[in-house]
């Protein structure tokens, strides 16, 4: 008889007689069939993972794009618009911060959910 094995430890012992393991019970000594191995709990495939951070830089690599395209094309009004964001109080930057936070989301909902089902 060899050493216990895993955790059915006070059930299976090990015998490596020859090339392969085998299982043999403790209280018999017959071999029997190994016990099932014991599942992991969540196993997420590295593809599907690979997926969501591929979407993930493709998103922000699009908004760094439209972010970037009127500081190229209009510099000088691009600075004058900033400038008289600055001069506006917080409220109404916030509530355009709000309303452009909805749309974004109403987008992403209709390609997800309505327009690529």
Known sequence: MGKIVNRYCALWRCSSAGQSMRLISAESGVQVPAPPPIPLKREIPRESERHTMDYFLTALGLMLIIEGVPYFAFP??????????????????????????????????????????
């Open 76 to 117: 000088e009004k691009m600075q004058s618009v900033l400038r008289e964001v600055t001069e506006l109080p917080p409220e109404k930057v916030r509530s355009f911060g709000f309303v452009s936070i909805l749309i974004g989301l109403l987008i992403c909902y209709l390609v997800r959910r309505v327009i690529f089902t």
